[in-house]
């Protein structure tokens, strides 16, 4: 590791910098997370993506919002630090309304480890 860290012009092109691992850093990876529930009237960019920041940082959606003929589902890609399965609800607040919307990580299995 020090002789990387000293020369590291090998891989300098691999890389845009390469330092010693902090422990208090995370490592943030995408991943789509699929929404349930949301009223055809909450079917904004916006909305979904108050709904992504409980579980990470929204990058986009599986398709246009403002177009879609189909309300059953929303994907969201976003970056997360999480290392759990995401699968859980949230109160969205539309106007004067709640509604229960319920969010799962697409395509993931979960895994127990004992």
């Known amino acids: 590791m020090e002789d990387i860290l000293e020369n590291h012009q ?16 995370t490592c943030a990876t995408r991943t789509w997370i699929e929404v349930f529930g949301v009223p055809p009237q909450a079917w904004t960019r916006k909305n979904f993506g108050s709904i992504a920041k409980h579980w990470g940082t929204f990058v986009s959606l599986g398709k246009n919002a403002e177009t879609t003929t189909s309300f059953e589902s929303m994907l969201i890609l976003i970056d ?7 699968h859980g609800a949230v109160l969205v607040s539309i106007e004067d309304s709640y509604y229960r919307v319920f969010v799962k990580e697409k395509g993931s299995e979960v895994h127990i480890i004992h």
């Open 80 to 86: 997360t630090g999480s290392m759990n399965y995401i």
């Open 10 to 25: 090998e891989t300098d092109h691999w890389f845009h910098s390469i330092r010693k691992w902090n422990n208090s850093e």
